[in-house]
């Protein structure tokens, strides 16, 4: 990673929730972000949101003698080309500006021998009270860069300076911060635009390069190269937001085991990859996302909050457990029975020819108790791995287990196991089939759908 590394300090107010949309910017524009959260952020965004969306463990605590074994908080604020403090509180500006220490981000601000930059957010009267005024003053005056807010209707009903700038246009102070000309455009690579002429909500960029980062410079576009080096055309800020922020996602990945006594049981094949490619794939699109996870070697992807499970009983108590869900994607492998009675010592060889019986009782199904029940999520979508007939068998499963939708895939190759997937996305009316891809794709694709659906 060349990109900039961003120590993100996100404060306590309702603006907060920017800080992820600005999280996702710095990484779409090839920068990395450690976020670190105050007290009073907890209130407004999770760690978990924050890490799903950088990558990277969210530090909310001086007092996380782990983290200060491993990476004290003096290091923490050295590792960044930039400090930027988003939303910048009234509390936390007066806090900068007085040098006080009494929290991980205060204290990393004190510590720090990094540009700082302070996006400021809060109520009209705050912002213009005297007090706020000389606070900013003060810090300006030591080389904290603090942005002006915006202009606007506020939260709390007034009206007038006080609001969170746009995240692009806070990206744009960034790359500003970062020694990157006005409007985030090497500044002699504006090709005769002055920065004033650029139209608010357009940015310049080299013409026919990838329209992405203000830290594009000659010969780093990654897209195709302009015939005229100097060439610059106006593009749209961009704005798309998290397509699954704010939502729930609920997830069953992998197999199921059934205990026949302490030591034995009943296994299949599955080994968890789709499901968890999907629930990587939902934290990526913002989603709060519960992992329910059969016995499995896998990492947890970052900002999943996963809970294991050894039996399908376990797996069914879980998933109760963890409603209510805005989608609930059931990529288990359930086991359809389990021993009626397993043994609480382990089974012996007798010694003659008998073996020892082995009676079998269904298990509940998941799928279907959360379709038809009365917590139903709004989006229910469940897989289907088949060997034969595998759309018209998938069909039948959708309306039996009252699913909205099926995920069928053919498993009579090397699937359970492999990287790749080939499936068919069966709904009331389609069949939408996708071709041979690896699993984390048909998860984009999926989550992709899933956030349609649920915009309908
Ligand atoms: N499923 C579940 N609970 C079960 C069995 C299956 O939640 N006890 C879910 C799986 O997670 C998956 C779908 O149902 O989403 C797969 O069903 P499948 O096992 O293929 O269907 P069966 O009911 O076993 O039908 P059949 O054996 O006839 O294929």
Redesign the pocket.
């Given at each position: 990673m060349n990109g900039p590394r961003i120590l993100l300090i996100v404060g306590g107010g309702i603006a907060a929730y920017k800080a992820c949309e600005l999280v996702r910017i710095i990484r779409r524009e090839g920068g990395s972000v450690t976020c670190v959260l105050t007290e009073g952020g907890t209130k407004f965004v999770t760690p978990m949101t924050l890490a799903a969306l950088s990558e990277n463990p969210v530090h909310t605590t001086l007092w996380d003698l782990k983290n200060e074994a491993e990476m004290g908080h003096i290091q923490l604020s050295r590792q960044a080309d930039l400090v930027v403090v988003c939303p910048a509180t009234a509390d936390l500006l007066a806090k900068m500006a007085a040098g006080m220490a009494d929290d991980l981000a205060t204290t990393l601000l004190l510590a720090t021998d990094k540009p700082v930059l302070a996006v400021p957010a809060m109520n009209v009267r705050m912002w213009l009270h005297a007090a706020t005024q000389r606070n900013v003053q003060t810090l300006r005056d030591s080389g904290v860069e603090v942005m002006e807010p915006d202009e606007g209707a506020m939260a709390c009903g007034e009206y007038g300076p006080g609001r969170l700038p746009d995240p692009s246009e806070i990206w744009h102070a960034i790359a500003r911060c970062l020694g990157h000309g006005p409007e985030g455009v090497v500044t002699d690579d504006l090709g005769g635009l002055s920065a004033a002429m650029i139209p608010r909500g357009l940015r310049a960029v080299p013409a026919a390069a990838d329209p992405a980062s203000p830290l594009v410079t000659k010969g780093e576009a990654r897209g195709a190269p302009s015939t005229d080096p100097n060439a610059l055309e106006l593009v749209p800020l961009g704005d798309d937001p998290l397509p699954l922020f704010g939502k729930h996602v609920l997830i069953?990945a992998g197999p199921t085991h059934e205990p026949i006594d302490p030591v034995r049981y009943i296994a299949n094949r599955s080994s968890g990859k789709q499901g968890f490619a999907i629930a990587a794939a939902a934290a990526q699109a913002g989603a709060r996302v519960t992992l329910i996870a059969g016995p499995v070697h896998l990492p947890t992807p970052p900002g999943v909050e996963r809970i294991d499970v050894e039996s399908?009983l376990e797996?069914?108590a879980a998933v109760d457990g963890a409603l209510p869900a805005d989608v609930a994607v059931?990529?288990?492998?359930?086991?359809?029975w389990r021993v009626a009675r397993s043994a609480d010592q382990k089974l012996k060889k007798q010694g003659d020819d008998t073996v020892p019986p082995l009676e079998l009782t269904?298990?509940?199904?998941?799928?279907?108790?959360?379709a038809h029940g009365l917590r139903r999520p709004p989006l229910v979508?469940?897989?289907?791995?088949?060997t034969q007939d595998v759309i018209r068998?998938a069909q039948a499963?959708r309306i039996?287990?009252g699913?909205d939708w099926?995920?069928a895939n053919d498993v009579s190759g090397d699937v359970m196991g492999g990287d790749a997937n080939t499936v068919h996305i069966v709904t009331a009316d389609d069949v939408i089939s996708l071709p041979e891809m690896p699993k984390g794709d048909v998860a984009r694709v999926l989550v992709e759908r899933i956030a349609d659906a649920l915009a309908e």
């Amino acid at each position: 990673m060349n990109g900039p590394r961003i120590l993100l300090i996100v404060g306590g107010g309702i603006a907060a929730y920017k800080a992820c949309e600005l999280v996702r910017i710095i990484r779409r524009e090839g920068g990395s972000v450690t976020c670190v959260l105050t007290e009073g952020g907890t209130k407004f965004v999770t760690p978990m949101t924050l890490a799903a969306l950088s990558e990277n463990p969210v530090h909310t605590t001086l007092w996380d003698l782990k983290n200060e074994a491993e990476m004290g908080h003096i290091q923490l604020s050295r590792q960044a080309d930039l400090v930027v403090v988003c939303p910048a509180t009234a509390d936390l500006l007066a806090k900068m500006a007085a040098g006080m220490a009494d929290d991980l981000a205060t204290t990393l601000l004190l510590a720090t021998d990094k540009p700082v930059l302070a996006v400021p957010a809060m109520n009209v009267r705050m912002w213009l009270h005297a007090a706020t005024q000389r606070n900013v003053q003060t810090l300006r005056d030591s080389g904290v860069e603090v942005m002006e807010p915006d202009e606007g209707a506020m939260a709390c009903g007034e009206y007038g300076p006080g609001r969170l700038p746009d995240p692009s246009e806070i990206w744009h102070a960034i790359a500003r911060c970062l020694g990157h000309g006005p409007e985030g455009v090497v500044t002699d690579d504006l090709g005769g635009l002055s920065a004033a002429m650029i139209p608010r909500g357009l940015r310049a960029v080299p013409a026919a390069a990838d329209p992405a980062s203000p830290l594009v410079t000659k010969g780093e576009a990654r897209g195709a190269p302009s015939t005229d080096p100097n060439a610059l055309e106006l593009v749209p800020l961009g704005d798309d937001p998290l397509p699954l922020f704010g939502k729930h996602v609920l997830i069953t990945a992998g197999p199921t085991h059934e205990p026949i006594d302490p030591v034995r049981y009943i296994a299949n094949r599955s080994s968890g990859k789709q499901g968890f490619a999907i629930a990587a794939a939902a934290a990526q699109a913002g989603a709060r996302v519960t992992l329910i996870a059969g016995p499995v070697h896998l990492p947890t992807p970052p900002g999943v909050e996963r809970i294991d499970v050894e039996s399908a009983l376990e797996m069914a108590a879980a998933v109760d457990g963890a409603l209510p869900a805005d989608v609930a994607v059931m990529v288990a492998a359930v086991a359809d029975w389990r021993v009626a009675r397993s043994a609480d010592q382990k089974l012996k060889k007798q010694g003659d020819d008998t073996v020892p019986p082995l009676e079998l009782t269904e298990n509940p199904d998941i799928l279907a108790g959360l379709a038809h029940g009365l917590r139903r999520p709004p989006l229910v979508v469940g897989f289907a791995a088949e060997t034969q007939d595998v759309i018209r068998y998938a069909q039948a499963k959708r309306i039996r287990k009252g699913a909205d939708w099926i995920v069928a895939n053919d498993v009579s190759g090397d699937v359970m196991g492999g990287d790749a997937n080939t499936v068919h996305i069966v709904t009331a009316d389609d069949v939408i089939s996708l071709p041979e891809m690896p699993k984390g794709d048909v998860a984009r694709v999926l989550v992709e759908r899933i956030a349609d659906a649920l915009a309908e």
